[in-house]
Every structure is written in structure tokens, then in C-alpha cells.
């Protein structure tokens, strides 16, 4: 199936109200976000277009493809070209395949015609996303959260080759998200994200708010915004330096501390 766009169609909140937004249009190339408090809905959109909702959905959103509505059934007749991936939050295996061998499968599945290129180019991407790297022997059971996330991102993409892709919160399982956005741009494919991350939130390409069960807005950051985006990266960056610190066992100081903020302006 190919996919240039994808349009939701707005359906209901919790309280049975129209939605605010009436539509909204996923381009390829996009990086979208869906982004508000827990229990907002967010996780049920996402739903809806793995579920190629058609009205009958609890949300009664209804999804387009190419401005077309989708017979769900067709939509995924062919198993080995299924045109979603959900990386959701709960990534705990049945299998405890080594990482090599769950790779092959999945690409003989896929009928990639150069499984071991397409299993090299996986690992490669994975191993840039998680600061963590894979070892291919390792059993899929055994993986740290970061590293299952990492993987499965990478597996979407580039043997599943899926064109929208779905990614339910991949801030909580140590996933470098400046650096896993700077990769994904690279595909032309649709990525959305649900996210409480402010710096995947200000980084992708517009966000839809949501609240109550319903879509109540769409933003698109403005030049000030992207400012705003700037900073807080540097600050995130702070952060992550001494989170990774922490975890390599080391003790933190006051005078380090000090010496960053220096470096980004924020102390003379």
C-alpha cells in the first residue's frame, strides 16, 4: 500500500461533545506529536489509527488514507507489508530469540531479499539510539528497557519498513530522543509520538493537544517556539550528562555543576 497522507476525522471527547478539531493531516515526512495530561485520550489515538478506525471506535474518529476511507481487513491482507508499527510501552517478549535470529525471522517474514544487509543496518541504527549497545547473542529477555525500545524502533523501520509509525512514550526507556529524532527524518515515513517530553514535543513538526478524550487543538511552533526548543535541549543535554554519570557509579559535584552552566550562559 502506498501512502502519501493520512487524515483523522475528528470524532467525540469523553463527554459525547464534537471534537474541536475536525480534521487532522498526516503528511510523509511529518513528525507529529500527541501531547497532554495522563488520561487525556492520547493513548486511544493512537489506537484508533492502528485500528484504522472507521467510526467504530469508542472516539468515532474515522481515518483516511490518501483522502480514501480504509477497509481495515484489505488494509493489512497482505501480513508481510502491514502499513503500521506500534512501539508501544509494553515491549515484554514471549521469545527469548537472540537478537540476531529475531532480526532474521522478521526479515524472512518481511521477504527482504538481503536479510543479512537489512539485520546490519538495524543493529546500527539501534546502537545510535540507546547508549546501551546490542550484542547480537544477547536473547530478546534479556534486553534492558532501552535497548527493547531501540531495537524495536529500528526494527520498524527499517525491516518493517512500516509507513506510519507509532511510538507511545519512548522518553521513559532511556531512548537519546535529539538524536533518535535526527535519524528518523532520514525516512520518509510518518512518525508519531505520544509524548510528555518537552524536547520531542518542541522538536517535531506541530503537536495536537489533547484533552478529555477529545483533540481540542493543533499547534505549529512559530520562530520564538523553536527558540524556546533550543534551550531547553541545552538543558536536557545538562541532564542527561549527569544521568549518565549516576548510573556509571560516579559522584556528582557542585563545581561541575557550576562549570555547565557556565558553558551554556546561564552563569557568569
Known sequence: ????????????????????????????????????????????????????????TPSGRKLLINDLP????????????HPVALISQHTNFLSDLPVQDFLEIHGSVRQHQNIPSVVEETLEFANKLT????????????????????????????IGNAPIILLDEIENAGIHRTRALQLLKQYEKIFIFVTHDPRIALLS????????????????????????????SKL????????????????????????????????T
Open 1 to 56: 500500500m502506498k501512502i502519501d497522507s493520512i487524515k483523522i476525522m475528528g470524532g467525540f471527547d469523553k463527554s459525547g461533545a464534537n471534537e474541536a478539531v475536525e480534521e487532522v493531516i498526516f503528511k510523509m515526512g511529518d513528525i507529529a506529536s500527541i501531547v497532554g495530561p495522563t488520561g487525556c485520550g492520547k493513548t486511544t489515538f493512537i489506537n484508533d489509527i492502528e485500528l484504522f478506525a472507521n467510526g467504530d
Open 70 to 81: 480504509v477497509n481495515a481487513d484489505e488494509a493489512v491482507s497482505d501480513r508481510h507489508d
Open 131 to 158: 547508549g546501551e549497545p546490542l550484542i547480537r547473542e544477547s536473547p530478546m529477555t534479556e534486553l534492558s528497557g532501552g535497548q527493547t525500545r531501540a531495537l524495536l524502533i529500528a526494527d520498524a523501520v527499517i
Open 205 to 232: 513538526d506541530f503537536r495536537i493537544v489533547m484533552e478529555n478524550g477529545g483533540m481540542t487543538k493543533i499547534i505549529v511552533g512559530d520562530e520564538d517556539e523553536k527558540a524556546v526548543a533550543k534551550e531547553i
Open 236 to 267: 536536557d543535554d545538562v541532564l542527561l550528562h549527569f544521568r549518565t554519570r549516576i548510573r556509571s557509579g560516579e559522584q556528582l559535584t557542585s563545581h561541575e555543576l557550576v562549570a555547565h552552566l557556565k558553558s551554556l550562559g546561564y552563569l
